[in-house]
């Protein structure tokens, strides 16, 4: 006899299967909709003041309805969990003979007998009272089917094998799916969905998935955007220029940054705000691209100059999207332009994306004054300061003492004025504390060897004093390091991952940047001779007090005396920029001190030693080998 298969019934497995199936979808999504996304500083809620703000409520619907699904599933899986916890699932109870008589398994037969009397005589319906009669009957039934089983050859041999006196028997086992689903009347149904699950839902999802996987590229950037960067940039090219081709970028022609024909009349009214404020301000007058012309990257280009020209817009939908040009340009600047021109050294080129970067994050324009970052500044008032005081940068505003910072800015009113000095001095004023280029164990650096250049960067008004340092690091300070203390600047070397501890960035101060920017650096090391960057630029993000940095490269293979230029360039403030000249000198191996001998204390064995006998051995048995060796040379 075969299994026979039943459905549940009653659903006490069915909630077994849902609940599984459940789990596996829901906690997968829970954790991707609340973690997997908040990798970026734009993301994380801003703590400075702010004058631009996103409209996050159309963002915010979509994630409310996810939430509201995932919530529904969560509770769905507390009530099958009670379910399942509270349902009773009840198991075949197994007949066994030797348990209704009473007797241990294997026991003779003259056992089993006396148990059957016995259990005859006390269940035996004449034995017991008249409303007893009736579970009598069926007592003294399974006893004599018990009896009957252990007593006849074929009949035990059936139990032993099969569990049942009978032989054989069908086996039921139950699948963890209500009859509903194979019932006659709705399997139309149930192939209809599994055809549209299978045969619709799932090759459309994976199809997209796998559509848009192939049209970015890992750091979530276009390829037909990468494309037009590469095709387009050239080593010697303005910033107007670069800021053209920014936005060429294929971001901008979908979604909500798309043109759509409703919002000509609003971009040319921007369009003529923008015209009165550069004339005065930039003495240009700004214009469509004569080389991009597409209607996406017009309205990119107007959203980021109104952005640069701290333009108001009255249409919220135009002032939400540029806020969301302006995030998307700072991505493609960072992740897209930098790749491409770090790729060919660039330096001139790379400093320029740089600056840009500022600019977004700042909201200001190429020839705009430090000072135009302060609160209550503006940029007509910036020009008034430069000519009337002279004042042009934050670094020489805080330079100044309290009388002359008040006088100075004395175009601010008093809160104006506290405000404008609070913020100054939250920016950060780094400078180069140490600049070396060094072999480590040479005192010279001599052609194609390897040189290390060690740079220690400093927040000069940095809240933080004390610099953190790991569990058992040295204090050895490399501005202490004399340049040809090698045996020092070797020790440094070697230490300093034990020496490098991270630090959490601070955020920038940038009100007409909607969302959080943590402020960072970038360090490059170029040639001053070809304007070629010698490595890529390093991305430094946890620059609090204080951080040393080493790089790595070879050195020319001329021996000739070098100028490089080593740069620290901040990605979201202007005018912070620090820049110093550094030479190298390649000069020939042979002034290199004489290489110490190196001193053999193997001594030779003693001659009764076991090392003495081994070594005399292998001499004969070579000097054997030799000798056949000649004898054979002469024969």
């Known amino acids: ?54 409209n996050t409520r159309s963002k915010s619907s979509p994630l409310k309805v996810k939430t509201a699904l995932l919530l ?36 003779s037969e003259d056992v089993i007998k006396r148990a059957y009397r016995k259990l005859s005589l006390k269940w035996h319906p004449d034995k017991v009272e008249e409303d007893m009669k009736e579970k009598a009957g069926e007592v003294m039934a399974e006893i004599g089917r018990a009896y009957k089983t252990l007593t006849n050859a074929e009949a ?30 709705t399997s139309p149904f149930v192939l209809a969905l599994y055809g549209l699950i299978f045969g619709f839902v799932m090759p459309f999802y994976v199809g997209r998935w796998w559509y848009n996987s192939t049209r970015y590229q890992k750091d979530h950037i276009l390829n037909t955007t990468m494309a037009t960067f590469f095709k387009n940039i050239r080593e ?8 053209e081709l920014l936005t060429a970028a294929s971001e901008f022609a979908e979604g909500d940054l798309k043109y ?36 996406d990257a017009w309205k990119a280009n107007v959203l980021l100059h109104s952005h640069f020209f701290r333009v108001d817009i009255s249409d919220s939908r135009l002032a939400d999207q540029q806020q969301q040009v302006v995030m998307t340009a700072l991505t493609l600047v960072h992740r897209g332009l930098l790749q491409v ?32 970052q302060l609160p209550g500044i503006t940029w007509k008032t910036q020009h008034t300061l430069y000519k009337e005081n002279n004042l042009y940068s934050v670094n020489q505003l805080m330079r100044m003492p309290s009388p002359e910072q008040r006088e100075a800015l004395s175009l601010l009113n008093d809160k104006q004025f506290s405000e404008a000095i609070q913020v100054a001095k939250t920016i950060p004023r780094v400078e180069i504390a140490r600049a070396m280029l060094t072999v480590v164990g040479d005192k010279a650096i001599t052609p194609s060897s390897i040189v290390t250049l060690i740079v220690k960067l400093r927040i000069a008004n940095s809240k933080s004093k004390i610099v953190p340092r790991k569990k058992g690091a040295s204090v050895i300070d490399i501005e202490s390091i004399d340049s040809d203390d090698t045996v020092a600047i070797e020790s440094y070397v070697a230490n300093y991952k034990k020496e490098t501890v991270k630090q959490a960035p601070s955020e920038a101060y940038c009100p007409y940047f909607a969302g959080r920017k943590d402020s960072q650096w970038w360090l490059c090391f170029a040639s001053y001779q070809s304007g070629k960057l010698v490595v890529p630029p390093v991305r430094v993000n946890d620059l609090e007090s204080e951080r ?20 620290v360039k901040s990605d979201s403030y202007i005018g912070g920029d620090v820049l110093q000249e550094i030479q190298m000198t390649v000069v020939d191996r042979s002034t290199l001190p004489p290489e110490p001998p190196v001193v053999d204390d193997i001594s030779e064995p003693e001659e009764d030693s076991i090392a003495a006998q081994m070594a005399q051995l292998r001499g004969q048995q070579s000097g054997a080998r030799r000798g056949a060796d000649d004898s054979s040379d002469e024969e």
């Open 236 to 243: 010697h090219i303005s910033q107007r220029n670069l800021i």
């Open 72 to 107: 529904g599933g969560w509770a769905l899986i507390f009530l099958l969990s009670y379910k399942v916890k509270t349902t009773e699932i009840k198991e075949a109870e197994r007949w066994d003979p030797y348990e209704i008589l009473g007797i241990d398994n294997g026991e």
């Open 1 to 54: 006899m075969g299994a026979k298969y039943t459905y549940d019934e009653s659903g006490v497995t069915f909630f077994y299967y849902a609940l599984t199936v459940l789990s596996l979808v829901v906690a997968p999504a829970t954790i991707y909709l609340f973690v997997g996304k908040r990798s970026t500083d734009t993301l994380k809620k801003p703590k400075t003041p702010k004058v631009r703000f996103r």
């Open 548 to 567: 040393v940095i080493l790089l790595q490269f070879q050195a020319p293979p001329q021996k000739e005396t070098y100028r490089f230029h080593v740069s």
């Open 341 to 372: 021109t770090t790729a060919h050294n660039w330096y001139n080129c790379s400093a320029l994306l740089m600056s840009i970067s500022q600019m977004l994050v700042q909201g200001v324009y190429l020839y705009d004054a430090p000072i135009i």
């Open 156 to 185: 035990r041999d059936n139990y032993e094998k099969y569990g049942n006196p009978d032989g054989m028997q069908t086996q039921s086992m139950g699948i963890a799916l209500p009859k509903l689903l194979v019932e006659a009347h």
């Open 260 to 295: 759509d024909a409703s919002e000509e009349a609003a971009l040319n009214a921007l369009v003529e705000k923008i015209q009165n404020v550069s004339r005065p301000h930039a003495l240009e007058n700004f214009a469509q691209s004569k080389k991009f012309t597409s209607k």
